[in-house]
């Protein structure tokens, strides 16, 4: 009966966060199983368009490192907040929702170059949170029972605790970027005199 509940419950949630959340937790358990190594996920551009790896421009949003502490933090955030997005502003619109997904991956890919960054779990998270904390002005965040604040200022708590846990804050910084680059050209610019909206998800989707 237990697991009946537990299948319920699961499949309750909505189908993109079901989807990605489920994704990173198998890639994680794979990696801690020694089924797959790390080096076989990470994003390297040479192996990617010169040996054609594809499947790296996906995977390495998908390992948050060991099992550990930091990574029940991570998946903590992704589900949470993934979810709360699918069912809050993109409730009906699961076709947008995975275009923010692609759109934030392929500007974190651009981006992540610059830096020489191999996994990019992280900034896919801090990219979530911020479009949720923008669209989300007025709610109060109890920050595990230490700090209440405005929404907005969740993105940057984050990234200090980030910092704490000896993460470097440039992934953080990379998708709070691409976050407020998605949350200006979908909310702010559309409703600018002589804006409209730019990011357009394609029919296919």
Known sequence: MAWQGLATEFLQVPAVTRAYTTACILTTAAVQLEFLSPFQLYFNPHLVFRKFQVWRLVTNFLFFGPLGFSFFFNMLFVFRYCR??????????????????????????LLGLLGSLFFLGQALTAMLVYVWSRRSPRVRVNFFGLLTFQAPFLPWALMGFSLLLGNSILVDLLGIAVGHIYYFLEDVFPNQPGGKRLLLTPGFL
């Open 84 to 109: 709360m997005l699918e069912e809050g502003s993109f409730r009906g619109r699961t076709a947008d929702f995975v275009f923010m997904f692609l759109f934030g991956g392929v500007l974190m890919t």
